[in-house]
């Protein structure tokens, strides 16, 4: 069966969960005094079939995420990809970087400067600009990939130099956390980062986009100022391996 056979199976759970998401993230966006339309939905599709996910953009999904290149690439010409955005936000090594530089509107962990070169070189040479996001370890965990908050500042200032490519924001994967409120605290902290960048880049880069917060956590990082939430399971269901 090619990815994009019919299967019969009914999919309507996903419009209860799409309605349910979108209207979580309207509160929380009123909650924080925020209009709901300055936070985007991502659709996270790892493991996710392509008749899923072309549902889920019927429903309304523009702005789609993959964590890995391969599976990306897999799924590209079974997707309805006329009007949506597409951003790999999982851990990119610098060999995958040409292989989706025309693929994607957006990296969004950017965790080294090394990996800024190659996207930088590869953007050069496909006659693009390059949207990116630097990824923060915002927990300070050896586990995780992401730019140490020590080194942030100084990766940024070098990373906005370099053609090819725009600093637009950050992105953050958070420790797990037993409670909103522990959860807030790490959305804070990238938040204030985000804020103590527009200084030195300014006029290299146009900071706009605070990616935090997943299917568990999206409500406290709407509240400390998240403008993308990346959520998967709570619109598709437990992810099948």
């Known amino acids: ?17 799409y309605k349910r998401v979108t209207s979580e993230i309207s509160e929380a966006a009123i909650k924080a005094g925020r209009a709901p339309e300055e936070v985007s939905l991502m659709a996270v599709t790892k493991t996710v079939s392509p008749v899923m996910i072309n549902h889920m953009i019927s429903l309304g999904a523009k702005l789609i995420g993959e964590n890995k290149v391969q599976e990306l690439l897999s799924k590209l010409d079974f997707l309805d990809t006329k009007d949506i955005k597409m951003h790999i936000i999982g851990h990119l090594q610098s060999n995958k970087v040409r292989k ?11 965790d080294s400067v090394s990996l800024a070169e190659e996207i930088s070189r590869q953007a050069v040479k496909h006659e693009k600009e390059m949207d990116i996001l630097l990824e923060v370890n915002i927990g300070d965990e050896e586990a995780k990939t992401g730019m140490p908050i020590g080194l942030l500042k100084e990766s940024a200032c070098e990373i906005a130099e370099m053609p090819g490519i725009k600093i637009k924001g950050l992105m953050c994967v958070p420790p797990i956390c037993e409670n909103d409120d522990e959860a807030r605290r790490y959305f804070e902290k990238t938040r204030l980062l985000y804020e103590d ?5 300014k006029g290299k880069s146009e900071l706009s986009v605070l990616s935090m917060g997943m299917s568990s956590d999206f409500v406290p990082a709407i509240l400390e100022g998240a403008t993308i939430v990346r959520v998967g399971s709570s619109l598709f269901g437990a992810r099948r391996y």
Not at 1 to 17: A, G, H, P, R, V
Not at 100 to 107: F, L, N, P
Not at 197 to 201: A, C, E, M, T
């Open 1 to 17: 069966m090619t990815q994009n056979s019919s299967i019969d199976f009914d999919l309507s759970y996903l419009d209860e969960n």
């Open 100 to 110: 989706i530089i025309d693929t994607v509107s957006m990296i969004q962990s950017v």
């Open 197 to 201: 960048l527009k200084v030195p880049l």
